[in-house]
Nanobody, 118 residues
């Protein structure tokens, strides 16, 4: 079982930037697909971005061209660079790992709060 710990959240003005980090321990990090999800108050958790072990990436339309997901297998860390932030990006952000053959995300971090003020 892999353990995930997010960091880097905080309060930022609209138009600003933040970089989230997610450090993993246990398991075989380089073989996992990794993702970022977010949950705003009163809303369901939604997909933000993912990166496969191959490096291929996928983004939600709402963040495409503003957010960039990347991974450093030597540091067992996945990042989410968030630029041009909007108030609607306010949410708790979670990183996740897919450690099973089905490809579903089965390990989750505790989340980090991102608040974007207008």
């Amino acid at each position: 079982q892999v353990q995930l710990v997010e960091s880097g959240g905080g309060l930022v003005q609209a138009g600003g930037s933040l970089r989230l980090s997610c450090a993993a321990s246990g398991g075989t990090f380089s073989s996992y697909a990794l993702g970022w999800f977010r949950q705003a108050p009163g809303k369901d958790r939604e997909f933000v971005a993912s990166i496969r072990s191959s490096g291929n990436t996928n983004y939600a339309n709402s963040v495409k061209d503003r957010f960039t997901i990347s991974r450093d297998n030597a540091k067992n860390t996945v990042y989410l660079q968030m630029n041009s932030l909007k108030p609607e990006d306010t949410a708790v952000y979670y990183c996740a790992a897919s450690t099973n053959w089905l490809g579903s995300f089965d390990s989750w971090g505790q989340g980090t709060q991102v608040t974007v003020s207008s």
